[in-house]
């Protein structure tokens, strides 16, 4: 059975959020900068990593991810401040070059 990821996504000023479920974080990552992540981060610019939790499968994952989508804006960020308070962009912490060039 394969893991998953529960993700949230934010853009430059912490004021979009975005919340998503993959198996592979980095490709995921890569697929919303450079190819066709989704309409929604595209067009707000959610581009920056700033939670995510790993499930022991793809279906915990995106029961999480329903979750999540349900929650109030302030619980998002309440959320996000228990593993990141400066809501730094964790890329690195997933992908030693996050923008590759």
């Known amino acids: 059975m394969k893991q998953g990821i529960t993700y949230i996504l934010s853009n430059k000023n912490r004021t979009v959020f975005y919340i ?7 490709q995921r990552l890569y697929e919303h900068r ?3 992540g989704s ?4 067009k707000y610019n959610c581009f920056d990593l700033v939670y995510y939790e790993t499930h022991d499968s793809m279906n ?3 029961a999480r991810e329903k979750q999540l989508k349900n929650w109030r ?3 998002k960020i309440n959320l996000i401040n228990s593993i990141n308070p400066e809501m730094v962009d964790l890329s690195e912490e ?8």
């Open 20 to 26: 998503g479920v993959t198996e592979d974080v980095v």
């Open 34 to 36: 450079y190819e066709n």
């Open 39 to 42: 309409e929604f981060t595209s």
């Open 60 to 62: 915990a994952a995106i």
């Open 73 to 75: 804006r302030e619980w």
């Open 94 to 101: 997933v992908d030693s070059d996050p923008y590759p060039h």
